[in-house]
Protein backbone atom coordinates (compact mmCIF):
# COMPACT_ATOMS: atom_id res chain seq x y z
CA UNK A 1 0.00 0.00 0.00
CA UNK A 2 1.42 3.67 -0.79
CA UNK A 3 1.49 4.56 3.16
CA UNK A 4 2.65 1.73 3.81
CA UNK A 5 5.71 2.33 1.27
CA UNK A 6 5.94 5.89 2.46
CA UNK A 7 6.00 5.18 5.87
CA UNK A 8 8.45 2.35 5.14
CA UNK A 9 11.03 4.60 3.29
CA UNK A 10 10.97 7.33 6.30
CA UNK A 11 12.57 5.32 9.00
CA UNK A 12 14.47 2.94 7.36
CA UNK A 13 16.31 5.97 5.80
CA UNK A 14 17.21 6.77 9.58
CA UNK A 15 17.38 3.27 10.63
CA UNK A 16 19.77 2.62 7.39
CA UNK A 17 21.04 5.40 5.50
CA UNK A 18 18.68 3.68 2.68
CA UNK A 19 18.18 5.91 -0.35
CA UNK A 20 14.52 5.09 -0.04
CA UNK A 21 13.93 8.66 0.39
CA UNK A 22 14.52 12.16 -1.85
CA UNK A 23 17.45 14.21 -0.59
CA UNK A 24 15.27 16.84 1.39
CA UNK A 25 14.07 13.69 3.51
CA UNK A 26 17.44 12.38 3.87
CA UNK A 27 18.89 15.66 5.03
CA UNK A 28 16.11 15.58 7.36
CA UNK A 29 17.00 12.12 8.85
CA UNK A 30 20.60 13.54 8.97
CA UNK A 31 18.78 16.20 11.55
CA UNK A 32 17.31 13.94 13.59
CA UNK A 33 20.38 12.31 13.91
CA UNK A 34 22.32 15.09 15.27
CA UNK A 35 19.54 17.46 17.14
CA UNK A 36 18.55 16.45 20.72
CA UNK A 37 15.05 15.54 21.31
CA UNK A 38 13.32 17.99 22.89
CA UNK A 39 12.00 17.08 26.54
CA UNK A 40 8.98 18.58 28.95
CA UNK A 41 8.06 17.99 32.27
CA UNK A 42 4.22 17.53 33.28
CA UNK A 43 2.02 16.20 35.60
CA UNK A 44 -0.52 14.52 35.24
CA UNK A 45 -4.10 13.52 37.50
CA UNK A 46 -5.14 9.64 38.12
CA UNK A 47 -8.33 9.05 38.73
CA UNK A 48 -7.91 9.04 42.40
CA UNK A 49 -6.39 12.55 42.25
CA UNK A 50 -2.74 11.17 42.67
CA UNK A 51 -0.41 13.64 40.57
CA UNK A 52 1.80 11.72 38.55
CA UNK A 53 5.07 13.27 37.00
CA UNK A 54 5.93 12.59 33.72
CA UNK A 55 8.25 13.56 30.60
CA UNK A 56 7.31 14.06 27.07
CA UNK A 57 10.44 13.37 24.88
CA UNK A 58 9.64 14.71 21.54
CA UNK A 59 11.61 14.40 17.61
CA UNK A 60 13.41 17.56 17.08
CA UNK A 61 11.12 18.08 14.05
CA UNK A 62 8.29 18.18 16.49
CA UNK A 63 5.25 15.80 18.05
CA UNK A 64 3.27 14.58 14.65
CA UNK A 65 -0.09 13.41 15.71
CA UNK A 66 -2.18 10.85 14.08
CA UNK A 67 0.33 8.36 14.94
CA UNK A 68 1.53 6.55 17.49
CA UNK A 69 3.52 7.32 20.96
CA UNK A 70 5.28 5.35 22.86
CA UNK A 71 4.45 5.51 26.94
CA UNK A 72 7.43 4.21 29.31
CA UNK A 73 6.55 2.76 32.68
CA UNK A 74 10.12 2.42 34.27
CA UNK A 75 11.53 -0.32 36.93
CA UNK A 76 9.67 -0.70 40.60
CA UNK A 77 10.73 0.63 43.45
CA UNK A 78 13.42 3.72 43.20
CA UNK A 79 13.17 3.81 39.75
CA UNK A 80 12.72 6.76 37.93
CA UNK A 81 12.29 8.48 34.37
CA UNK A 82 15.49 11.16 35.21
CA UNK A 83 17.70 8.23 35.57
CA UNK A 84 20.27 7.35 33.15
CA UNK A 85 20.02 3.75 32.74
CA UNK A 86 15.86 4.10 32.86
CA UNK A 87 14.82 2.42 29.97
CA UNK A 88 12.03 5.27 30.42
CA UNK A 89 14.72 7.73 29.96
CA UNK A 90 17.60 6.30 27.15
CA UNK A 91 14.73 4.23 25.03
CA UNK A 92 12.38 7.25 25.15
CA UNK A 93 15.47 9.49 23.46
CA UNK A 94 17.03 6.94 20.94
CA UNK A 95 13.17 6.36 20.22
CA UNK A 96 12.70 10.31 19.57
CA UNK A 97 15.81 10.75 16.83
CA UNK A 98 13.58 7.56 14.90
CA UNK A 99 10.68 9.91 14.87
CA UNK A 100 8.81 8.86 17.48
CA UNK A 101 7.30 10.76 20.50
CA UNK A 102 7.27 9.18 24.04
CA UNK A 103 5.71 10.10 27.66
CA UNK A 104 7.82 8.49 30.21
CA UNK A 105 5.47 8.60 33.11
CA UNK A 106 6.82 8.23 36.84
CA UNK A 107 3.96 5.37 38.31
CA UNK A 108 2.81 5.33 42.20
CA UNK A 109 5.03 1.85 41.91
CA UNK A 110 7.98 3.81 42.00
CA UNK A 111 7.85 6.06 45.29
CA UNK A 112 4.07 4.93 46.58
CA UNK A 113 5.28 1.10 46.67
CA UNK A 114 4.85 0.28 50.25
CA UNK A 115 1.28 1.51 50.33
CA UNK A 116 -0.03 0.41 46.73
CA UNK A 117 -1.64 -2.59 45.82
CA UNK A 118 -0.29 -3.77 42.14
CA UNK A 119 -3.47 -3.06 39.64
CA UNK A 120 -3.81 0.93 41.63
CA UNK A 121 -1.03 1.82 39.66
CA UNK A 122 -3.44 0.97 36.26
CA UNK A 123 -4.79 4.45 36.83
CA UNK A 124 -1.47 6.06 36.13
CA UNK A 125 -1.48 4.00 32.84
CA UNK A 126 -5.03 5.11 31.85
CA UNK A 127 -4.08 8.93 32.13
CA UNK A 128 -1.25 8.69 30.07
CA UNK A 129 -3.06 7.12 27.61
CA UNK A 130 -5.90 9.43 27.74
CA UNK A 131 -3.42 12.63 27.80
CA UNK A 132 -1.78 10.70 24.48
CA UNK A 133 -5.33 10.77 22.84
CA UNK A 134 -6.45 14.00 23.58
CA UNK A 135 -2.91 15.09 22.07
CA UNK A 136 -4.09 13.20 18.82
CA UNK A 137 -2.33 9.66 19.09
CA UNK A 138 -5.19 7.26 19.01
CA UNK A 139 -2.51 4.30 18.89
CA UNK A 140 -0.01 3.79 21.85
CA UNK A 141 3.04 1.30 22.16
CA UNK A 142 3.55 0.70 25.86
CA UNK A 143 7.35 0.31 26.65
CA UNK A 144 7.86 -1.23 30.69
CA UNK A 145 11.61 -1.99 31.51
CA UNK A 146 11.98 -4.92 34.67
CA UNK A 147 9.21 -4.16 37.31
CA UNK A 148 7.47 -1.86 34.54
CA UNK A 149 7.39 -4.41 32.19
CA UNK A 150 4.59 -6.41 34.13
CA UNK A 151 2.57 -3.07 34.42
CA UNK A 152 2.81 -2.68 30.53
CA UNK A 153 1.57 -6.59 29.58
CA UNK A 154 -0.63 -6.54 32.94
CA UNK A 155 -2.95 -3.72 32.34
CA UNK A 156 -2.82 -4.47 28.23
CA UNK A 157 -4.36 -7.69 28.83
CA UNK A 158 -6.98 -7.12 32.15
CA UNK A 159 -7.92 -3.66 30.81
CA UNK A 160 -8.51 -4.28 27.48
CA UNK A 161 -7.46 -0.51 26.45
CA UNK A 162 -8.18 -1.06 22.74
CA UNK A 163 -5.84 2.11 22.12
CA UNK A 164 -2.63 0.41 23.45
CA UNK A 165 -1.61 -2.12 19.90
CA UNK A 166 2.09 -3.39 21.47
CA UNK A 167 3.79 -3.60 24.17
CA UNK A 168 7.54 -3.57 24.42
CA UNK A 169 9.40 -5.43 27.53
CA UNK A 170 12.97 -4.74 28.51
CA UNK A 171 14.29 -6.97 30.82
CA UNK A 172 11.50 -8.69 31.66
CA UNK A 173 10.24 -8.79 35.18
CA UNK A 174 10.35 -11.95 37.43
CA UNK A 175 7.81 -14.10 38.61
CA UNK A 176 7.52 -11.85 42.09
CA UNK A 177 6.56 -14.32 44.32
CA UNK A 178 8.33 -17.55 43.24
CA UNK A 179 11.51 -15.29 42.73
CA UNK A 180 11.24 -14.19 46.48
CA UNK A 181 9.98 -18.08 47.40
CA UNK A 182 13.12 -19.38 45.86
CA UNK A 183 15.64 -16.39 47.02
CA UNK A 184 14.32 -17.15 51.03
CA UNK A 185 13.40 -20.51 51.33
CA UNK A 186 10.34 -22.20 52.19
CA UNK A 187 10.37 -21.34 55.71
CA UNK A 188 11.10 -18.41 55.79
CA UNK A 189 8.62 -17.86 53.03
CA UNK A 190 5.54 -19.42 55.43
CA UNK A 191 7.04 -17.35 58.35
CA UNK A 192 6.41 -13.74 56.67
CA UNK A 193 3.20 -14.96 54.94
CA UNK A 194 1.90 -15.78 58.20
CA UNK A 195 2.73 -13.10 60.03
CA UNK A 196 1.15 -10.38 56.90
CA UNK A 197 -1.82 -12.23 56.79
CA UNK A 198 -2.16 -12.23 60.45
CA UNK A 199 -1.00 -8.45 60.64
CA UNK A 200 -3.28 -7.87 57.56
CA UNK A 201 -6.67 -8.76 59.72
CA UNK A 202 -5.95 -6.61 62.41
CA UNK A 203 -7.21 -3.47 60.92
CA UNK A 204 -5.10 -1.60 63.86
CA UNK A 205 -1.65 -3.25 62.89
CA UNK A 206 1.23 -1.01 61.40
CA UNK A 207 3.76 -3.94 60.58
CA UNK A 208 5.98 -3.41 57.81
CA UNK A 209 6.86 -6.45 55.88
CA UNK A 210 10.81 -5.88 55.38
CA UNK A 211 12.16 -7.77 52.22
CA UNK A 212 15.43 -5.82 52.60
CA UNK A 213 17.42 -3.24 50.31
CA UNK A 214 14.89 -1.27 51.11
CA UNK A 215 11.95 -2.89 49.92
CA UNK A 216 9.20 -2.28 52.71
CA UNK A 217 5.56 -3.30 52.30
CA UNK A 218 2.10 -2.89 54.31
CA UNK A 219 1.57 -6.93 55.02
CA UNK A 220 -2.13 -6.39 52.99
CA UNK A 221 0.71 -4.60 49.65
CA UNK A 222 2.65 -7.55 50.42
CA UNK A 223 0.91 -10.44 50.00
CA UNK A 224 -1.03 -8.30 46.87
CA UNK A 225 2.74 -8.22 44.90
CA UNK A 226 4.22 -11.50 46.57
CA UNK A 227 1.57 -13.58 48.53
CA UNK A 228 0.93 -17.19 47.37
CA UNK A 229 -2.27 -15.78 45.57
CA UNK A 230 -0.21 -12.79 43.95
CA UNK A 231 -1.10 -12.40 40.16
CA UNK A 232 2.52 -11.03 39.70
CA UNK A 233 3.81 -13.53 37.77
CA UNK A 234 5.50 -12.01 34.36
CA UNK A 235 4.98 -15.48 32.53
CA UNK A 236 1.39 -15.70 33.67
CA UNK A 237 0.53 -11.88 32.83
CA UNK A 238 2.10 -12.95 28.83
CA UNK A 239 0.03 -16.40 28.70
CA UNK A 240 -3.30 -13.40 29.16
CA UNK A 241 -1.90 -11.35 26.48
CA UNK A 242 -2.52 -11.35 23.28
CA UNK A 243 -1.11 -8.52 21.15
CA UNK A 244 2.20 -8.04 19.66
CA UNK A 245 4.87 -8.16 22.58
CA UNK A 246 8.56 -7.69 22.09
CA UNK A 247 10.71 -9.01 24.28
CA UNK A 248 14.46 -8.25 25.19
CA UNK A 249 17.43 -8.66 27.84
CA UNK A 250 20.96 -8.43 27.94
CA UNK A 251 23.11 -11.85 27.33
CA UNK A 252 24.58 -10.44 30.97
CA UNK A 253 21.44 -10.11 33.24
CA UNK A 254 21.66 -12.51 35.33
CA UNK A 255 17.98 -12.49 36.53
CA UNK A 256 16.63 -13.06 32.88
CA UNK A 257 18.45 -16.38 30.89
CA UNK A 258 18.41 -17.12 26.96
CA UNK A 259 16.04 -19.38 27.80
CA UNK A 260 13.30 -17.63 30.36
CA UNK A 261 12.92 -15.56 27.26
CA UNK A 262 12.30 -17.53 25.48
CA UNK A 263 9.75 -19.12 27.38
CA UNK A 264 8.46 -16.13 27.39
CA UNK A 265 7.47 -15.72 24.34
CA UNK A 266 6.29 -19.58 23.56
CA UNK A 267 3.56 -17.78 26.27
CA UNK A 268 3.37 -14.95 24.29
CA UNK A 269 -0.32 -15.45 21.97
CA UNK A 270 0.68 -12.97 19.00
CA UNK A 271 2.26 -14.94 16.23
CA UNK A 272 4.12 -10.83 15.65
CA UNK A 273 6.09 -11.36 18.96
CA UNK A 274 9.46 -11.57 18.80
CA UNK A 275 12.55 -11.83 21.35
CA UNK A 276 15.91 -10.57 21.25
CA UNK A 277 19.42 -11.08 23.37
CA UNK A 278 21.79 -8.57 23.61
CA UNK A 279 25.42 -9.67 24.23
CA UNK A 280 27.38 -7.76 26.57
CA UNK A 281 24.49 -5.81 28.03
CA UNK A 282 23.31 -5.77 32.02
CA UNK A 283 19.53 -5.74 32.99
CA UNK A 284 19.47 -1.57 32.21
CA UNK A 285 20.06 -2.24 28.23
CA UNK A 286 21.52 1.35 28.65
CA UNK A 287 24.63 0.56 26.63
CA UNK A 288 23.31 -0.76 23.35
CA UNK A 289 19.86 1.92 23.40
CA UNK A 290 20.43 2.22 20.27
CA UNK A 291 20.29 -1.03 19.27
CA UNK A 292 17.40 -1.50 21.30
CA UNK A 293 15.41 1.38 19.38
CA UNK A 294 16.48 -0.07 16.29
CA UNK A 295 15.00 -3.16 16.46
CA UNK A 296 11.92 -1.78 18.31
CA UNK A 297 11.61 0.74 15.32
CA UNK A 298 11.69 -2.31 12.98
CA UNK A 299 9.32 -4.28 14.51
CA UNK A 300 6.99 -1.26 15.19
CA UNK A 301 7.16 -0.55 11.55
CA UNK A 302 6.40 -4.49 10.71
CA UNK A 303 3.21 -4.33 12.31
CA UNK A 304 2.15 -1.03 11.01
CA UNK A 305 2.98 1.46 13.59
CA UNK A 306 5.73 3.78 11.98
CA UNK A 307 6.31 7.46 13.13
CA UNK A 308 4.61 9.94 11.38
CA UNK A 309 6.05 13.45 9.41
CA UNK A 310 5.41 16.04 10.92
CA UNK A 311 3.19 18.71 8.48
CA UNK A 312 2.23 22.59 8.41
CA UNK A 313 -1.22 23.24 9.24
CA UNK A 314 -2.31 26.68 8.31
CA UNK A 315 -5.59 27.76 8.34
CA UNK A 316 -7.11 29.89 5.49
CA UNK A 317 -10.27 32.12 4.41
CA UNK A 318 -11.89 33.21 0.95
CA UNK A 319 -14.96 35.01 0.24
CA UNK A 320 -17.56 34.03 -2.10
CA UNK A 321 -19.26 36.14 -4.89
CA UNK A 322 -22.16 36.99 -2.49
CA UNK A 323 -20.24 38.41 -0.28
CA UNK A 324 -20.06 35.32 2.61
CA UNK A 325 -16.59 34.68 4.43
CA UNK A 326 -15.86 30.94 4.63
CA UNK A 327 -13.06 29.78 6.60
CA UNK A 328 -10.60 26.77 6.29
CA UNK A 329 -7.73 24.26 6.87
CA UNK A 330 -4.46 23.70 4.63
CA UNK A 331 -2.38 20.90 5.67
CA UNK A 332 0.47 20.05 4.07
CA UNK A 333 4.02 18.44 4.37
CA UNK A 334 6.05 20.44 5.93
CA UNK A 335 8.74 19.74 3.66
CA UNK A 336 7.63 20.17 0.00
CA UNK A 337 8.92 17.99 -2.80
CA UNK A 338 9.51 17.20 -6.29
CA UNK A 339 6.98 13.92 -5.92
CA UNK A 340 4.48 16.09 -3.88
CA UNK A 341 3.92 18.87 -6.58
CA UNK A 342 3.04 15.84 -9.21
CA UNK A 343 0.58 14.70 -6.58
CA UNK A 344 -3.14 15.98 -6.71
CA UNK A 345 -4.49 18.18 -4.16
CA UNK A 346 -7.46 17.02 -2.20
CA UNK A 347 -10.74 19.57 -0.92
CA UNK A 348 -12.06 18.39 1.89
CA UNK A 349 -16.16 18.50 2.78
CA UNK A 350 -17.25 17.45 6.17
CA UNK A 351 -20.15 15.54 7.04
CA UNK A 352 -23.99 16.79 8.37
CA UNK A 353 -23.32 19.32 11.27
CA UNK A 354 -20.55 19.06 11.59
CA UNK A 355 -17.41 21.40 10.56
CA UNK A 356 -13.78 21.17 9.44
CA UNK A 357 -11.99 19.94 12.82
CA UNK A 358 -14.85 17.78 14.09
CA UNK A 359 -15.25 15.18 10.95
CA UNK A 360 -13.87 12.57 9.59
CA UNK A 361 -12.09 15.08 7.19
CA UNK A 362 -9.70 16.34 10.03
CA UNK A 363 -8.32 12.96 10.56
CA UNK A 364 -7.64 12.56 6.51
CA UNK A 365 -5.85 15.79 6.15
CA UNK A 366 -3.67 14.87 8.79
CA UNK A 367 -2.93 11.63 7.25
CA UNK A 368 -2.72 12.99 3.70
CA UNK A 369 -0.37 15.68 4.34
CA UNK A 370 1.59 13.15 6.05
CA UNK A 371 1.87 11.06 3.29
CA UNK A 372 3.26 13.87 0.76
CA UNK A 373 0.18 15.40 -0.60
CA UNK A 374 -2.05 19.08 0.37
CA UNK A 375 -5.24 18.77 1.53
CA UNK A 376 -7.67 21.58 1.99
CA UNK A 377 -10.63 20.93 4.32
CA UNK A 378 -13.10 23.56 4.05
CA UNK A 379 -16.36 25.35 6.04
CA UNK A 380 -19.78 26.56 4.02
CA UNK A 381 -22.18 28.21 4.43
CA UNK A 382 -23.86 25.00 5.56
CA UNK A 383 -20.95 24.53 8.34
CA UNK A 384 -21.94 24.03 12.11
CA UNK A 385 -25.45 23.10 13.33
CA UNK A 386 -26.37 26.50 13.34
CA UNK A 387 -25.76 27.14 9.57
CA UNK A 388 -27.01 23.72 8.87
CA UNK A 389 -30.59 25.13 9.79
CA UNK A 390 -30.74 27.91 7.32
CA UNK A 391 -28.44 27.53 4.63
CA UNK A 392 -30.04 26.35 1.31
CA UNK A 393 -28.34 23.34 -0.73
CA UNK A 394 -29.14 25.15 -4.02
CA UNK A 395 -26.40 28.32 -2.79
CA UNK A 396 -23.71 26.29 -1.61
CA UNK A 397 -22.12 25.84 -5.13
CA UNK A 398 -21.30 29.68 -4.61
CA UNK A 399 -18.98 28.24 -1.72
CA UNK A 400 -17.07 25.65 -3.69
CA UNK A 401 -16.89 27.77 -6.50
CA UNK A 402 -14.62 30.27 -4.24
CA UNK A 403 -12.31 27.46 -2.78
CA UNK A 404 -11.77 26.15 -6.02
CA UNK A 405 -10.65 29.82 -7.20
CA UNK A 406 -8.57 29.81 -3.95
CA UNK A 407 -6.50 26.45 -4.98
CA UNK A 408 -6.12 27.60 -8.61
CA UNK A 409 -4.09 30.74 -6.78
CA UNK A 410 -1.97 28.16 -5.26
CA UNK A 411 -1.30 26.39 -8.81
CA UNK A 412 -3.48 23.48 -8.48
CA UNK A 413 -4.88 21.92 -11.80
CA UNK A 414 -5.68 18.14 -10.24
CA UNK A 415 -7.96 18.90 -7.36
CA UNK A 416 -9.80 15.25 -5.97
CA UNK A 417 -12.73 16.46 -3.77
CA UNK A 418 -13.82 14.27 -0.48
CA UNK A 419 -17.23 14.66 0.75
CA UNK A 420 -18.36 12.74 3.58
CA UNK A 421 -21.91 12.37 4.13
CA UNK A 422 -24.00 15.73 2.97
CA UNK A 423 -20.96 17.23 2.29
CA UNK A 424 -20.57 14.63 -0.92
CA UNK A 425 -23.76 16.21 -1.85
CA UNK A 426 -22.71 19.22 -1.78
CA UNK A 427 -19.71 18.57 -3.69
CA UNK A 428 -21.77 16.68 -6.37
CA UNK A 429 -24.50 19.88 -7.29
CA UNK A 430 -21.48 21.96 -7.37
CA UNK A 431 -19.43 19.85 -10.03
CA UNK A 432 -22.65 18.30 -11.72
CA UNK A 433 -23.53 22.53 -11.92
CA UNK A 434 -20.21 23.35 -13.11
CA UNK A 435 -18.25 20.87 -14.61
CA UNK A 436 -14.91 22.28 -12.98
CA UNK A 437 -12.49 21.22 -15.23
CA UNK A 438 -10.19 21.73 -11.66
CA UNK A 439 -11.73 18.20 -10.62
CA UNK A 440 -10.47 15.37 -11.33
CA UNK A 441 -12.21 12.99 -9.71
CA UNK A 442 -14.40 12.40 -6.26
CA UNK A 443 -14.30 10.54 -3.54
CA UNK A 444 -17.87 10.06 -0.94
CA UNK A 445 -17.44 8.85 2.26
CA UNK A 446 -20.99 7.29 3.27
CA UNK A 447 -22.73 9.09 0.28
CA UNK A 448 -26.16 10.62 0.98
CA UNK A 449 -28.96 9.08 -0.51
CA UNK A 450 -31.96 10.60 -2.72
CA UNK A 451 -32.76 12.71 0.32
CA UNK A 452 -36.60 13.54 -0.69
CA UNK A 453 -36.81 9.67 -0.96
CA UNK A 454 -34.52 9.14 2.24
CA UNK A 455 -37.52 11.28 3.83
CA UNK A 456 -40.69 9.61 2.64
CA UNK A 457 -39.43 6.31 3.56
CA UNK A 458 -38.57 6.96 6.91
CA UNK A 459 -41.45 9.87 7.72
CA UNK A 460 -44.00 7.88 5.86
CA UNK A 461 -46.17 9.10 2.80
CA UNK A 462 -48.68 11.11 5.36
CA UNK A 463 -45.88 12.73 7.40
CA UNK A 464 -43.44 13.74 4.56
CA UNK A 465 -46.95 15.04 2.50
CA UNK A 466 -47.61 17.46 5.62
CA UNK A 467 -44.20 18.45 6.04
CA UNK A 468 -43.65 19.81 2.03
CA UNK A 469 -47.04 21.50 2.51
CA UNK A 470 -46.17 23.39 5.54
CA UNK A 471 -42.40 24.59 3.92
CA UNK A 472 -44.12 25.25 1.01
CA UNK A 473 -47.21 27.50 2.77
CA UNK A 474 -43.98 29.32 4.64
CA UNK A 475 -42.04 29.64 1.53
CA UNK A 476 -45.46 31.65 -0.18
CA UNK A 477 -45.79 33.65 2.76
CA UNK A 478 -42.52 34.80 2.76
CA UNK A 479 -41.46 33.42 5.64
CA UNK A 480 -39.32 30.74 4.15
CA UNK A 481 -36.67 32.15 6.05
CA UNK A 482 -37.94 31.96 9.40
CA UNK A 483 -40.31 29.32 9.46
CA UNK A 484 -39.21 26.06 11.43
CA UNK A 485 -39.71 22.62 9.97
CA UNK A 486 -39.49 20.68 12.96
CA UNK A 487 -40.11 17.06 12.29
CA UNK A 488 -39.06 13.27 13.09
CA UNK A 489 -37.04 11.28 10.62
CA UNK A 490 -37.31 7.57 11.53
CA UNK A 491 -34.21 5.68 10.00
CA UNK A 492 -35.26 4.14 7.16
CA UNK A 493 -35.23 0.78 6.91
CA UNK A 494 -34.29 -1.25 3.84
CA UNK A 495 -34.31 -4.87 2.41
CA UNK A 496 -30.63 -6.90 3.14
CA UNK A 497 -28.55 -7.10 0.25
CA UNK A 498 -26.28 -10.00 -0.12
CA UNK A 499 -23.32 -8.17 -1.46
CA UNK A 500 -23.31 -5.65 1.32
CA UNK A 501 -24.61 -7.09 4.41
CA UNK A 502 -25.33 -4.58 7.49
CA UNK A 503 -24.41 -5.12 11.40
CA UNK A 504 -26.73 -2.72 13.05
CA UNK A 505 -28.06 -2.03 16.10
CA UNK A 506 -31.17 -0.73 17.05
CA UNK A 507 -32.46 1.95 14.48
CA UNK A 508 -33.21 4.78 16.17
CA UNK A 509 -35.41 8.18 15.15
CA UNK A 510 -33.57 10.80 13.81
CA UNK A 511 -34.78 14.53 13.12
CA UNK A 512 -34.80 17.36 11.08
CA UNK A 513 -34.70 20.97 12.13
CA UNK A 514 -34.13 23.36 9.04
CA UNK A 515 -36.03 26.53 8.05
CA UNK A 516 -38.14 26.00 5.10
CA UNK A 517 -36.98 27.24 2.46
CA UNK A 518 -34.08 25.32 3.27
CA UNK A 519 -36.26 21.92 3.97
CA UNK A 520 -37.60 22.10 0.50
CA UNK A 521 -33.90 22.67 -0.29
CA UNK A 522 -32.86 19.28 0.43
CA UNK A 523 -35.93 17.37 1.04
CA UNK A 524 -38.25 18.51 -1.23
CA UNK A 525 -39.74 16.60 -4.06
CA UNK A 526 -37.98 18.66 -7.22
CA UNK A 527 -34.85 19.90 -4.88
CA UNK A 528 -31.13 19.01 -5.72
CA UNK A 529 -30.69 16.69 -2.87
CA UNK A 530 -31.44 12.99 -5.03
CA UNK A 531 -28.12 12.15 -5.30
CA UNK A 532 -27.81 9.65 -8.04
CA UNK A 533 -29.63 11.85 -10.28
CA UNK A 534 -26.16 14.56 -9.59
CA UNK A 535 -23.94 11.82 -9.92
CA UNK A 536 -25.23 10.76 -13.42
CA UNK A 537 -24.37 14.35 -14.21
CA UNK A 538 -21.03 13.94 -13.24
CA UNK A 539 -18.28 12.48 -15.98
CA UNK A 540 -15.12 12.16 -14.02
CA UNK A 541 -14.22 8.89 -11.69
CA UNK A 542 -15.49 8.43 -8.47
CA UNK A 543 -15.22 6.55 -5.45
CA UNK A 544 -17.62 5.62 -2.52
CA UNK A 545 -16.85 4.39 0.89
CA UNK A 546 -19.09 2.69 3.27
CA UNK A 547 -19.44 0.68 5.91
CA UNK A 548 -21.60 -1.70 7.79
CA UNK A 549 -22.61 -0.27 10.89
CA UNK A 550 -23.53 2.96 8.96
CA UNK A 551 -27.32 2.49 8.41
CA UNK A 552 -27.55 4.67 5.94
CA UNK A 553 -25.42 2.24 3.74
CA UNK A 554 -28.44 -0.62 3.97
CA UNK A 555 -30.05 -2.00 1.05
CA UNK A 556 -26.54 -2.24 -1.25
CA UNK A 557 -26.43 1.64 -1.35
CA UNK A 558 -23.28 1.87 -2.60
CA UNK A 559 -24.01 -0.78 -5.36
CA UNK A 560 -26.53 1.47 -6.19
CA UNK A 561 -24.75 4.92 -6.17
CA UNK A 562 -21.91 3.93 -8.42
CA UNK A 563 -23.91 2.43 -10.83
CA UNK A 564 -25.81 5.82 -11.53
CA UNK A 565 -22.20 7.52 -11.87
CA UNK A 566 -21.61 9.17 -15.23
CA UNK A 567 -18.21 8.44 -14.99
CA UNK A 568 -16.06 5.35 -13.90
CA UNK A 569 -16.79 4.38 -10.41
CA UNK A 570 -16.13 2.03 -8.04
CA UNK A 571 -16.44 0.89 -4.39
CA UNK A 572 -14.89 0.02 -1.32
CA UNK A 573 -17.23 -1.92 1.76
CA UNK A 574 -15.66 -2.12 5.09
CA UNK A 575 -17.77 -5.01 6.08
CA UNK A 576 -18.34 -7.39 9.17
CA UNK A 577 -19.71 -7.20 12.68
CA UNK A 578 -17.34 -4.67 13.45
CA UNK A 579 -17.25 -2.67 9.96
CA UNK A 580 -17.22 1.60 9.56
CA UNK A 581 -19.44 3.42 11.14
CA UNK A 582 -20.78 6.62 9.55
CA UNK A 583 -18.17 8.50 11.75
CA UNK A 584 -15.68 6.01 9.90
CA UNK A 585 -13.86 6.40 13.90
CA UNK A 586 -11.45 3.85 13.79
CA UNK A 587 -11.00 3.51 10.04
CA UNK A 588 -8.89 6.82 9.70
CA UNK A 589 -5.61 4.79 8.48
CA UNK A 590 -7.57 2.33 6.12
CA UNK A 591 -9.70 5.43 5.00
CA UNK A 592 -6.14 6.87 3.78
CA UNK A 593 -4.61 4.17 2.43
CA UNK A 594 -7.56 3.33 -0.10
CA UNK A 595 -7.68 7.14 -0.77
CA UNK A 596 -4.31 7.25 -1.61
CA UNK A 597 -4.37 4.44 -3.71
CA UNK A 598 -7.59 4.97 -5.88
CA UNK A 599 -6.63 8.82 -6.24
CA UNK A 600 -2.32 7.02 -7.86
CA UNK A 601 -4.72 5.61 -10.51
CA UNK A 602 -6.77 8.49 -11.62
CA UNK A 603 -5.11 10.16 -14.74
Known amino acids: MALRRVLLGFVSAILFGSCLLPHHALAAAATKRETAPAQDILTLSAGDGLQIPAIITSPATGMPSGGSIVIHLPDGPGGSPTRRTEASRYLAVALAKLGYPSLSVETRHVTQFPFTRFEEAFADVKVAVDLAASRGFPSVILAGSGFGSLLAVRYASETGDARVKAVIALAPSSDLGATWRAKVGEDVYARIVDQATRAGSDAGAANMIDLGDGLVFTPTVFLDWYGPTAKTSMAGAVGNYDKPLFLGAGGDDPSISAARLQRLLQNASSKKSISKVYPGASHDLSRVADAVAGDCAKWLIDLGLAPLPKIATTLVDVTTSDGVGLSGVLYAPSIASSASSRHPTFLLVHGFGGDI?????????????????????????????????????????????????????????????????????????????????????????????????????????????????????????????????????????????????????????????????????????????????????????????????????????????????????????????????ASFDGFENRVAEDVIGWAERVP
Open 357 to 581: MRSATHALGLRLAQHGFTALAIRTRGSGLRNTISARLDDLPKDFAAWSAFLGTRGATRVIGVGQGIGGLWLSVYLSESQDPRFRAAVYLGPTRDLPAQAKRGMGEEAYTKAIRDAEAAVKEGKGASTLIDVALPTAVYDEDPRQPMFLGQLGTGYIYSYADAFLSYWGPNSLGAHRERVAEMKIPILAIGGSRDPMMAGGWLVQFIKAAGGPSASIFYGGPIGAP
